[in-house]
T-cell receptor, first 114, second 113 residues
Framework: KAGVTQTPRYLIKTRGQQVTLSCSPISGHRSVSWYQQTPGQGLQFLFE???????NKGNFPGRFSGRQFSNSRSEMNVSTLELGDSALYLC?????????????FGQGTRLTVV | DAKTTQPPSMDCAEGRAANLPCNHS???????VYWYRQIHSQGPQYIIH???NNETNEMASLIITEDRKSSTLILPHATLRDTAVYYC??????????????FGSGTQLTVLP
């Protein structure tokens, strides 16, 4: 079956702009989580959605937001982009959202802010 | 979730077993040990997880010590494609925070030809 799909794969934006990233989870998976990966901070948790509700949120400013649709697809939005937002953004889906099953990651979206 | 300690890097000869250690001395009774790996610029890939018994799947074996304070991931016959950063993560599965994975620095495994 198809894996987790993230679009776009690469993106270049200018400081001050906003960006929307998309994630399509594995069919049947209802939990979607987002992570940011930078060379300095490593992999950091952003937020997690289950059945269109945000259930858990990491320590990121309010410029980072997300949502989940009824078909479990998820988007994350970053407003007023800063140079430090340049990172690989990863989405992960899991079946039950309770941590009982493993998370499957997409290939990520590489965002560059110039 | 309990903190883990892994060596920053390891080398392994192709065809030999790769043994990656992880210390999690503060692990609690309801915390599982998970292993993921990340090949350069790709998303992390789930490998295996366990609670207290040793586990094996088609990718690897997980050996957890009896006191559960440390574990070892074993790749029985390492190939060049196993070169990656390997993350050991401990997490509960019964609380809200369990839904997130807390990644440390991991171990960079380099398989040498």
């Amino acid at each position: 079956k198809a894996g987790v799909t993230q679009t776009p794969r690469y993106l270049i934006k200018t400081r001050g702009q906003q960006v929307t990233l998309s994630c399509s989870p594995i069919s049947g998976h209802r939990s979607v989580s987002w992570y940011q990966q930078t060379p300095g901070q490593g992999l950091q948790f952003l937020f997690e959605y289950f059945s269109e509700t945000q259930r858990n949120k990491g320590n990121f400013p309010g410029r980072f937001s997300g949502r989940q649709f009824s078909n479990s697809r998820s988007e994350m939005n970053v407003s007023t982009l800063e140079l430090g937002d340049s990172a690989l953004y990863l989405c992960a889906s899991s079946l039950d959202g309770q941590g009982r099953t493993e998370a499957f990651f997409g290939q990520g979206t590489r965002l560059t802010v110039v | 979730d309990a903190k883990t300690t892994q060596p920053p890097s390891m080398d392994c000869a192709e065809g030999r077993a790769a043994n990656l250690p992880c210390n999690h001395s503060t692990i609690s009774g309801n915390e599982y040990v998970y292993w993921y790996r990340q090949i350069h610029s790709q998303g992390p890939q789930y490998i295996i997880h366990g609670l207290k018994n040793n586990e094996t799947n088609e990718m690897a074996s997980l050996i957890i010590t009896e006191d559960r304070k440390s574990s070892t991931l074993i790749l029985p016959h390492a190939t060049l494609r196993d070169t990656a950063v390997y993350y050991c993560i401990v997490r509960t599965i019964s609380s809200g925070s369990a839904r997130q994975l807390t990644f440390g620095s991991g171990t960079q495994l380099t398989v040498l030809p």
